[in-house]
């Protein structure tokens, strides 16, 4: 029996052909392409789910790391298929295929439910180099995390939004150096809701909630002035800002009402 050769411009042909001639080339020669070609014939506008399919099914093919990654992350995967590999990618693959609208929403959420498994293995540095472009559902964890480093990362992120730092701003867990880096941030220390959030924190540092105050509109500092978990310094320079009279002590009171 012969041995079948691919042609010598099949590179060109898979990067090129359009849908009916990637078809054939597949059909003819998925089984002797390597996977280098297998890549960019997935690059190709006219891959299909079938021709994605086909090239999963070739053994050489999906055993090479490179092209189970690129099926993954391709509009036109199988999803059951695009399902079943992708726990197997390394982080930072989870972590692009879990922001790319392109993939399928049930499979970005696997990318993330994967990523976060791993979430408390990895390296500090990891984390940092992951804060600065997780998706929405990994910067719901990294928000929480104690380290510094990761919060300013986090901080330049594109993908966080207000409404993805409120929980931080609110947590009375949060490490006061992180609550301190988002006051100073260029970014959002200067958003109104941001400031009311960190003075109304506990955990954010005195220097940096005092710094806060003057900045606030009256009625969020009457609420900062009456709130219970806040200290009297914040409570007094509230009280200051916002023109209400110093609180005189009920000892001083009940002196002069029995005198």
Not at 160 to 171: D, K, V, W
Request: aromatic content about 2%; proline content about 8%; some cysteine.
């Amino acid at each position: 029996m012969e041995t079948q050769v691919p042609p010598p411009d099949l590179d060109e042909r898979l990067r090129s052909a359009a849908e009916e001639e990637l078809s054939a080339l597949v059909a003819e020669h998925a089984a002797l392409l390597e996977p280098r070609q297998a890549r960019l014939l997935l690059r190709n506008p006219f891959v299909t789910t079938q021709m994605v399919a086909r090239l999963a099914s070739e053994r050489r093919l999906a055993a090479a790391y490179e092209v189970r990654r690129d099926v993954v992350s391709h509009p036109a995967a199988p999803r059951v298929l695009a399902l079943d590999w992708v726990g197997g990618l390394f982080w930072p693959d989870l972590a692009r295929v879990g922001r790319d609208p392109r993939v399928h929403p049930a499979v970005r959420r696997a990318a993330d439910l994967a990523l976060l498994d791993r979430l408390p293995g990895l390296a500090i540095g990891e984390r940092t180099a992951l804060a600065r472009s997780a998706g929405a559902g990994v910067i719901a964890h990294l928000r929480h995390d104690p380290a510094l480093r990761v919060t300013l990362a986090l901080l330049d992120n594109p993908r966080l939004t207000e409404g993805l730092l409120m929980p931080l701003l609110a947590s009375e867990r949060a490490a006061p150096a992180c609550l301190a880096a988002v006051a100073a941030s260029r970014r959002w220390g200067a958003r109104a809701g941001v400031r009311s959030a960190l003075a109304r924190n506990p955990r954010t540092p005195l220097a940096t909630v005092l710094g806060i105050l003057p900045t606030l509109r009256k009625t969020e500092l009457r609420a900062v002035s009456v709130d219970p978990r806040l200290g009297e310094a914040v409570h007094r320079r509230a009280r200051l800002l916002s023109g209400e009279a110093p609180e005189r002590s009920h000892r001083v009171d009940r002196t002069r009402a029995g005198g």
